[in-house]
Structure formats: structure tokens, C-alpha cells
């Protein structure tokens, strides 16, 4: 099939520099009628619509530092300090940090909700963003440019998954319900079709993308999954679950290994080289409830999956079938909201999530905030909680870049970018 004509218009911009407040305002609305890109200064306020967050960040407070990250640092290069050890200390020394993360910069370029989000893999300042229109924003944090907009089709466009080529990282992939799976440059040139439906019925869902075995995996919405090679030729074409395949995602160090996520409620583990059918999985994991999302940890050793109501899971690579740890959390999903999905830190053993308060939820508190919360990824326990006032929407997805010290967000028609303030001065 042809590829289809994009538009390459791109959407005006408006920038303007939020001034700084020193009293708490009211949260804005989450779907504003003016859409405009706005990059905030350390202004930004942090205080509470009640003094429920402050009760809550206090009994989160991390136990203070036995000694320096220096001298930690000096002890493991004498071998006087293990290397688990050491990694502890450097997580504990980043969850001292988080104290200290503010919005440093905030946008609202789509005229429909933000659906996904990706961090270049080579340059930690710079994100991709997708919308339910289709729309596309490229955004460098470090230059005062304007980001880059690639206009979508509008209803219908819905981007569900996008990453950026590991083999020239001037393009990107998306998936989307327009029905198709393709290769596009950052001037919104589509370079090639991957996967193409000729009907609205069908349409893609998910998307990951493997350097090391070049190959492109793609999942619809009737659980069909696709595995094809970077030159776009399918080596596969199956149907592996019995409803949408909500994630796809291969793991980072064994990339012949393939996670599968579904609204069958289970979370299926696959070897790419023999598959065969729906009953050639390694492992099936079933869940209570309809799955968002299946992360692999960035050591590849475990995997990470949310549902579409109040439970996180942890499963080990040691015993992919054995009991999986637990972690209750209060994240329900409905229509119109960007389905809210856990990930990794991409250096430490912890775990970020929004929260959607949920009045049946067991722990859930009168005034309950939508906060960004981590959890340690080993016990389950949750270590830190991020919320801003004037930003107190539900926030979906959330993704550190690379280097582990910037958190984008998305909340709504919002792009947040989380980062940590310095004697006045924002990193």
C-alpha cells in the first residue's frame, strides 16, 4: 500500500515565561481552551491543597546518608565496598535528591490529550511526544527554539506508540489508530509503511524496536502481534492474545525475549525464535484485571506490569512463573484518560507511577492527592512522592531520560518536566 500523504504544516506555537508566584494559586484547569507552549521558571509552587501531602511526605522521609557518595565511590574502587552495596547508596543519595525536583518547564501543544512519550536514547535533553490527533512535538529542553510540531490527521490519529530508531536516531517509529505502523524524520516524512490496515476496525496499539536484532514488533487491537525486520519485511503475522495487545516490549539484554501485555488480563513471555502460534508462549502470567502495560527492568532481570485498577507486579527472572511481588496502588482506568502505566528508573531499582485516588482503594484518605509516586523496586515500599499545585491533574505516563536525573510527565493536554533546583537555578 502507498504510503499516505502527511501534512506538514506544523501548529503555531506560543511561548511565553510564567512569572514567579509566591503565593499558592488555584489549579488550573486540565483541559484548557487556550492551548500554548508555556516553559516555567523555578516559580513553580509545591505546596499543598491540604495539609494531607505534607503529613504524607513526612512519613516518606528517607533515612539520612551513613557516609558520602565520595567515600562510598573510594571504598568499591579499594574493593573494601561491594558493588550491590554501592548501588544502594547511590539510590539512597538520588531519593535524598527528589526532595529538591520542581516543573522546570511545562507545554501544551496538542488541542487533544498527550498519549505517549519517548526520551532520545543519545541525547537526554530531548523528547518526543505523541497525541490522540496524531500530532507529533519534538522538544530539546536545552535550546529556547521553538520544539518541532508534525501535524496529525486529527480524529482518529491517535499516536500509541513511538520510539525513536536506534539505528539513526533522526527518525522515529509510531504506531497508531489510523491504522498503521511507520518510519517517519523529524520533518514528518513518512520513509516507509511498516504495517498498514485499509479499514478503521483495525489498528495498532503498541510498538517496540531492537537494535540488536533489528526487528520492529507491533500489536493490534483484536491481538494480533507483528514482528517484521528493519527493512520492513514481516516475519511473522500471529494472533497471540484474545483481545487488544495494550504492550509490547523486548528485553534489553536478551532481545530475543518478548513481553506481551492484553485486556485478556494476562501478560504472556515469548522467544522470538519460535514462535508459532498463541500457545507457543514460554510463560503465561495472569492478572486479575486488564493489563496496561509489561516494562522490562533496563538489566533485563525483571518485569514490571500495571493493570487497569490498583495492583503493580514485579516478576523475577529467576522463576517468571513463581508468585510475583505486589504492590497496591490506586490507579483506575477509564475512556478518556491516557491509560496510566508504571516504569523504571533507568539506573536505580525504583519504580514511577501517577496516582488516580480511587475512594474504594483500602488506604485511600480524605483529599487524597494525584501525586507521582516511587516505589523501591526490591520491597515494594514507597519512598517518594512528587505533586505540584498549580499541575494537580491525573498524570498517566511518566519516563525518566537516560541519564536518570530529568522526569517528563504527561497529565492531560500537559507535558511536565520534573528536574532538580540548585542554589536558585534550575538544571
Known amino acids: 500500500m502507498a504510503p499516505k500523504k502527511r501534512p506538514e504544516t506544523r501548529k503555531p506555537l506560543e ?100 498519549t505517549s512519550l519517548t526520551w532520545h536514547p543519545t541525547h537526554p535533553s530531548t523528547l518526543a511526544v505523541g497525541s490522540k490527533g496524531g500530532d507529533i512535538m519534538l522538544w530539546n529542553l536545552g535550546i529556547k527554539d521553538k520544539p518541532t510540531f508534525i501535524k496529525g490527521i486529527g480524529a482518529g490519529g491517535s499516536i500509541t506508540g513511538l520510539k525513536f530508531n536506534p539505528l539513526n536516531t533522526n527518525q522515529f517509529f509510531t504506531s497508531s489508530m489510523e491504522g498503521t505502523t511507520r518510519l517517519q524524520d523529524f520533518k514528518g516524512n513518512t520513509l516507509q509503511v511498516y ?10 496499539c503498541s510498538l517496540d524496536v531492537s537494535e540488536k536484532s533489528r526487528v520492529v514488533v507491533t500489536g493490534d487491537n483484536v491481538g494480533n502481534v507483528i514482528l517484521l525486520n528493519m527493512d520492513g519485511r ?17 528485553n534489553p539484554r536478551c532481545d530475543w525475549f518478548l513481553a506481551t501485555a492484553s485486556v485478556d488480563q494476562t501478560v504472556k513471555i515469548w522467544d522470538l525464535r519460535q514462535v508459532k502460534g498463541k500457545s507457543s508462549f514460554l510463560y503465561s502470567l495472569p492478572h486479575s484485571h486488564p493489563v496496561n502495560a509489561a516494562h522490562f527492568s533496563p538489566d533485563g532481570a525483571q518485569l514490571l506490569t500495571t493493570d487497569q485498577k490498583s495492583e503493580i507486579r514485579v516478576y523475577s527472572a529467576s522463576q517468571w512463573d513463581s508468585p510475583p511481588s505486589l504492590i497496591p496502588h490506586p490507579h483506575r482506568h477509564f475512556q ?61 505516563l511518566n519516563e525518566f531520560n537516560p541519564m536518570g536525573d530529568t522526569l517528563a510527565s504527561l497529565m492531560g493536554y500537559h507535558v511536565l518536566i520534573w528536574s532538580q533546583e540548585k542554589a536558585g537555578i534550575w538544571k
Request: aromatic share 8%; glycine share 4%.
Open 336 to 396: 478518556h484518560l491516557t491509560p496510566i502505566k508504571a516504569s523504571w528508573h533507568p539506573r536505580y531499582n525504583l519504580i514511577v507511577v501517577g496516582r488516580y485516588p480511587d475512594p474504594n482503594f483500602k488506604s485511600c484518605f480524605p483529599h487524597e492527592l494525584r501525586t507521582i509516586d516511587m516505589f523501591d523496586g526490591s520491597s515494594g515500599k514507597l519512598m517518594h512522592q512528587l505533586y505540584d499545585s498549580e499541575s494537580s491533574g491525573i498524570i498517566s
Open 234 to 250: 514481516e516475519l511473522w503475522n500471529l494472533r497471540l492474545h484474545k483481545k487488544k495487545v495494550t504492550h509490547t516490549a523486548l
Open 195 to 204: 504495517t498498514s490496515y485499509d479499514t478503521c476496525n483495525f489498528w495498532f
Open 15 to 114: 511561548m511565553v515565561l510564567c512569572p514567579k508566584s509566591k503565593k499558592s494559586r488555584s489549579p488550573r484547569e486540565l483541559e484548557p481552551a487556550a492551548k500554548k507552549l508555556c516553559v516555567k521558571g523555578p516559580g513553580c509552587s509545591r505546596r499543598s491543597d491540604s495539609g494531607c501531602l505534607r503529613e504524607r511526605l513526612t512519613s516518606l522521609q528517607v533515612p539520612p546518608q551513613c557516609r558520602s557518595i565520595v567515600r562510598a565511590l573510594h571504598h568499591h574502587k579499594l574493593g573494601r565496598t561491594a558493588w550491590p552495596s554501592l548501588q544502594k547508596d547511590l539510590q539512597q543519595s538520588f531519593l535524598h535528591s527528589l526532595a529538591s525536583y520542581r516543573i522546570s518547564q511545562k507545554a501544551a501543544p496538542f488541542d487533544r490529550r498527550a
